[in-house]
C-alpha cells in the first residue's frame, strides 16, 4: 500500500452493526503487512460523522495513525450523482502510518489540554482549504482530516473532568440492551474521534459566520437564526441529511426536535426539510415579527410580507418593529443574504426546483435591501461573484 496505490473503503453499509468491526479487520491486516516505515492512504468521501468515526477508530486501534490529510474534488458540478442534492464534491486522503508501540511511559493524553492544539490545527487549514475554492459541506469534511491528524497523534484520550452525559438514546435508538459502543459513550471520562469531529465543526462554524458577516459590524445572531444561516451554507439546498442536522444543531446549542423541527423545518424519512417564509406562514409558525425569539422570524416575516403584498408593507413592518436599529438584525439580513439561493430575477438563470420558495425569500429580502439598508448592508458577495460571471458572458 503506498500513496499512489490508495486503498479504497467501501461506506455504504456504515449503519450495519458488524461495520466499525469489519473495518477494524481490514485495517489489521494492513497494519500487518505494512513495514515499519510504510504509507497507507486512504480516500474516504462520506458526509455522515459516525462513518468517520468507525474510520477512525479502526486506524488507532488498528495501530495507525493520521500524519496528513488532503481534499481533492471528485465529483463534477453537473454530476448526476450529486445533481440537486446536498453532496460532498469532494474526497478526502488521508495519510496514516503506523504508531510507534504504546508504552506506560507515555502516560494518557487528556481532552483539555488537546482540544485547543486541535481547533488551532483546524484553523490553520481552513483559509488555505475555502481559497482553493473548498465551500459547503466539503469545508466541514475537508477539516475533519486536520482535526484526526491532531487526535492520532496523541491517542489515547482521556477527559479531566467528566462529561455531561445525555439521557436521550442517540439517534433516537430504543432502549434495551447496552452495545460496547454505548457503554463507552456513557463513560463519562471517555474521549472518542466524534468529539473531535465536533471540536472541527465549531472551528468551521465560528470561521463561516466571520467571513459571512461584516468585522465592521458584527452583532451576535440567536442560536436558531445561526443555524439556519449555517445550514443553507452548508449544504446549499433546503433538503439535507436528519443527522448532520442534528449536529449542526449541537454545535449552536439547540435541541433539534424541541427548537427546529416544526418551528422551521420538518423531518421526513432520514431528511430534515427547510421551510421557506410563506410554508412557515402557511403552517402558523413564523414567530414573532419583531425578533424576540430569532431574527429568522423576523426575516421570514419580511419576505413573506414583502412577497404576498409589497415592499411598502414590508418597509412598514421594519419601522413597526424598530428593526432598523438593531445590528443583531442587519447582521441576521447579511448572512442570509449570503446563503439563500439567488432568485432567477438577479442570477439570470432558474435554481433547482426545491430551492425555488427559498430563493422567492432571497429576492424579497435583496429588493428590502436596497430599498432600506443599503448602506448598512452592502451588497450580498454571492450576488456579486454571480453578477461578475453574468457580465463576462455578455457580448
Known amino acids: 500500500y503506498s500513496e499512489n496505490h490508495p486503498l479504497l473503503i467501501s461506506t455504504t453499509f456504515e449503519t450495519h452493526p458488524d461495520y466499525q468491526d469489519k473495518m477494524g479487520k481490514i485495517f489489521a491486516e494492513c497494519r500487518r503487512v505494512l513495514k515499519g516505515d510504510g504509507v497507507m492512504t486512504l480516500m474516504f468521501t462520506h458526509k455522515a460523522t459516525g462513518a468517520w468515526d468507525a474510520l477512525t477508530k479502526g ?33 478526502v486522503l488521508l495519510v496514516c502510518r503506523p504508531r510507534p508501540p504504546q508504552t506506560v511511559a507515555d502516560g494518557v493524553y487528556y481532552w483539555e489540554d488537546l482540544e485547543p492544539r486541535l481547533k488551532a490545527a483546524v484553523r490553520r487549514r481552513i483559509q488555505q482549504f475555502q481559497a482553493a475554492g473548498i465551500r459547503g459541506v466539503d469545508l466541514y469534511l475537508s477539516c475533519f482530516g486536520p482535526a484526526l491528524e491532531e487526535f492520532s497523534r496523541h491517542w489515547p484520550v482521556r477527559r479531566g473532568q467528566p462529561k455531561p452525559m445525555d439521557d436521550k438514546p442517540r439517534g433516537g435508538r430504543r432502549r434495551g440492551r447496552i452495545t460496547p459502543d454505548e457503554s463507552a459513550d456513557r463513560d463519562p471520562y471517555a474521549v472518542t474521534p466524534d468529539d473531535a469531529l465536533d471540536a472541527a465543526r465549531r472551528e468551521v462554524k465560528a470561521w463561516r459566520m466571520e467571513t459571512l458577516t461584516s468585522s465592521q459590524r458584527r452583532g451576535a445572531l440567536d442560536p436558531l437564526s445561526e443555524w439556519f444561516v449555517l445550514a443553507w451554507d452548508a449544504f446549499a439546498a433546503p433538503k439535507f441529511p436528519y443527522d448532520e442536522a442534528l449536529r449542526l444543531a449541537r454545535v449552536v446549542g439547540l435541541d433539534l426536535e424541541r427548537d427546529v423541527v416544526g418551528v422551521l423545518a420538518e423531518k421526513k424519512a432520514s431528511d430534515l426539510i427547510l421551510w421557506d417564509s410563506s410554508t412557515r406562514a402557511g403552517k402558523g409558525k413564523l414567530g414573532a415579527p419583531d425578533g424576540s425569539r430569532a431574527w429568522i422570524d423576523a426575516l421570514h416575516h419580511l419576505a413573506h410580507r414583502a412577497r404576498t403584498t409589497d415592499l411598502n408593507a414590508a418597509q412598514q413592518l421594519v419601522s413597526d418593529n424598530n428593526l432598523a436599529d438593531s445590528v443583531d438584525f442587519l447582521t441576521a439580513l447579511e448572512a442570509v443574504l449570503e446563503v439563500l439561493p439567488i432568485s432567477a430575477r438577479y442570477a439570470g438563470f432558474e435554481p433547482v426546483k426545491a430551492a425555488v420558495p427559498a430563493a422567492s425569500d432571497f429576492e424579497a429580502l435583496e429588493n428590502l435591501r436596497r430599498l432600506m439598508f443599503a448602506e448598512q448592508v452592502a451588497t450580498p458577495r454571492q450576488l456579486e461573484l454571480v453578477m461578475g460571471e453574468v457580465a463576462e458572458r455578455l457580448p
Open 59 to 91: 486506524l488507532m486501534e488498528a495501530g495507525f495513525a493520521i500524519t496528513a490529510s488532503w481534499p481533492i474534488n471528485t465529483e463534477a458540478e453537473g454530476s448526476l450523482h450529486i445533481k440537486d442534492k446536498s453532496a460532498a464534491n469532494s474526497t
